[in-house]
């Protein structure tokens, strides 16, 4: 649910759990790699795409043929030998025209935002001595399943955060967190109005956000609650918004489609309209990118000084 990096001491340190060792880091990365690039060569031969060129047939059922079932990528991870030795029939999809198109309609299909990061940058990654950058780090996270908790800084102030899942199956556990709550960050991906949900193909993730958030803003337990609402991956909405129009999707949005600032606008009253008590708190927005930490640095400013100045408020009303 919260997939920020938060900062501490002037340095961005990702939401990674704690026990996720460098080795693990390392071998995240080929396995995004190698399952996006699966989810492209089968994408194409559903979508009926033909290929650009018709000898990557035998590179797309190499990778097809990939073994799933082994340990370490059951867990997640493949390892760095066996990335080299499929690395060239990787490229030479990535390449193919075919595969391309398939991309260009990924809406259509599940598909992990950062794989063509990463699949654009498959020099970098087949280097021997390869080590994830930061950026490759914040871009490789995985989604939160289960509770983590973490404590920190900020020009000594005292933070704990817990990260929790926002998966369906997840959300039953959000309960374990709720005691002693000052205050809620809600983030949802602001690009994702033309998208399903992986559980269940059908529900629009905008639409499945929103109804979460109904859920939370009226519930009286929070009613003293500070909330923070983050709509995030700023980036690939305003990328979105020039090819997609968000009133396929929404057809009550009245504006220009592909105006960043009229679907930004939009989206905030969506969440605003959801709260059924109009004078409640007021509710706090942010639009963010999560890999760009210069942007998180100045919101995660803006949100310690919320935070302080609501809590402050709250004791002085006891």
Known sequence: ?????????????????????DAEKLLTVPFLV???????????????????????????????????????VVQGMVETSVFLDYLPAIRALWADSGIQHAYDRRREFQLGESVKYFLDNLDKLGEQDYLPSQQDILLARRPT???HEYDFEI?????????????????????ECFDSVTSILFLVSSSEFDQVLMEDRQTNRLT????????????????????????????????????????????????????????????VDCFRTKRRDQQQKPLY??????????????????VKDTILHDNLKQLMLQ
């Open 1 to 21: 649910m919260f997939p920020l990096s938060f900062v501490q001491s002037g340095c961005i340190v990702p939401l990674w759990p704690d026990e996720t060792g």
């Open 34 to 72: 190698t399952a996006g690039v699966r989810v492209l060569v089968d994408a194409r031969e559903k979508l009926h795409i033909p290929w650009g060129d018709p000898a990557n047939q035998s590179n797309g059922d190499k990778v097809m043929a990939f073994d799933t079932r082994a340990v370490t």
């Open 145 to 147: 399943k289960g509770i």
């Open 155 to 175: 020009k000594n102030v005292p933070f704990k955060m817990v990260d929790v899942g926002g998966q369906r199956s997840e959300r039953k556990r959000w309960f």
């Open 208 to 267: 499945e956000s929103l109804n979460i958030f109904e859920t939370i803003v009226n519930n009286r337990v929070f009613s003293n609650v500070s909330i923070i609402l983050f709509l995030n991956k700023t980036d690939l909405l305003e990328e979105k918004v020039q090819k997609v129009s968000i009133k396929d999707y929404f057809p009550e949005f009245e504006g220009d489609p592909h105006c960043l600032t009229d679907v930004q606008k939009f989206l």
């Open 285 to 302: 927005h942010h639009f963010t990118t999560a890999i760009n930490t210069e942007n998180i640095r100045l919101v995660f400013r803006d």
